[in-house]
């Protein structure tokens, strides 16, 4: 699979997909890591931009799914590099790419690399209730080693304080989420911009399962900054825990690569 691959849409090839446990022996286990990070366009706490430290983290995570975000592609900022190429390349993992909005000669929005085969992508951007930058979501599915489809939406939301453009977005996941067929497991994860006992964290907490409660109950989990980690702002929400499919690991990685740290999420799929 190559990293460039052609945008398909989503809702039909989520409708064909086989069900979840339809070619797959009940005695079959896998266990799928997905890491989350948001990589500050690879720029680290000592304000260089240094990816191949960023792919260091990565690999060193042992990830099969990486959600990116605050990804630059060809980028003044970035002195014309294309991030994302560079980290499939220094990885050896296909990429997925959203983008939400053109910036500084290129581009900038969210990401995916896996080494899972992707069965089909989209992109969509919110709609947003008032100027400032567009967000999106970057919707993926991905075929596991034993032929399971699981379903993976990365994001990153309104940074404002107050949290009406973040529960907007709420809405338009729920809206998008019918797409998916209902014996096919989903997680939404990202850099949501609340805490937990925020609006936003409530009202998505309420509709979904936080995986890192779901396994480490009220252990912090903080992902920013990374230098004096204080706050859980990262987040990997279960939408569809279909029979079979749980979180059975979480950690937060300690790096300085960027001003987060990456959360890993272990899924057992059985």
């Avoid at 903080?222 to 004096?228: A, C, E, N």
């Avoid at 937060?252 to 690569?257: I, R, S």
């Amino acid at each position: 699979m190559t990293g460039s691959l052609t945008t398909l849409l989503y809702s039909t090839v989520a409708a064909a997909m086989v069900f979840f446990h339809a070619t797959v022996p009940a005695a079959a286990e896998e266990k799928i890591a997905v890491l989350s990070y948001n990589i500050h366009h690879g720029r680290g706490m000592d304000d260089r931009i240094d990816l191949p430290r960023i792919a260091d983290v990565i690999l060193k995570s042992g990830a099969d799914v990486v959600a990116l975000q605050e990804v630059d592609r060809s980028t003044e900022r970035n002195n014309g590099v294309d991030t994302l190429y560079e980290l499939s390349r220094l990885t050896g993992m296909a990429y997925l790419f959203g983008g939400n909005l053109k910036y500084q000669g290129g581009d900038y929005g969210n990401a995916f690399l896996t080494r899972l085969p992707v069965t089909g992508f989209s992109n969509h951007h919110y709609r947003m209730l008032r100027e400032g930058e567009q967000r999106g979501v970057l919707r993926a599915s991905f075929r596991t080693p034993a032929g399971r489809i699981l379903h993976l939406w990365n994001t990153h939301l309104d940074y404002r304080g107050d949290p009406e453009e973040r529960l907007f977005c709420l809405e338009q996941l729920d809206e998008l989420i019918t797409e998916v067929p209902e014996l096919q497991p989903l997680v939404i994860m990202g850099d949501f911009n609340t805490l937990p006992g925020r609006p936003t964290y409530k009202e998505a907490a309420n509709r979904w399962k936080d995986a890192w409660v779901a396994v480490r109950g009220r252990d912090d989990g903080f992902t920013f900054s990374s230098v004096k980690p204080e706050r859980r702002i990262d987040f990997h929400f279960i939408v569809r825990e279909v029979e079979g499919f749980s979180a059975t690991g979480a950690d937060v990685l300690e790096t300085t690569a960027s001003d987060h740290l990456p959360l890993r999420i272990v899924y057992t799929i059985n």
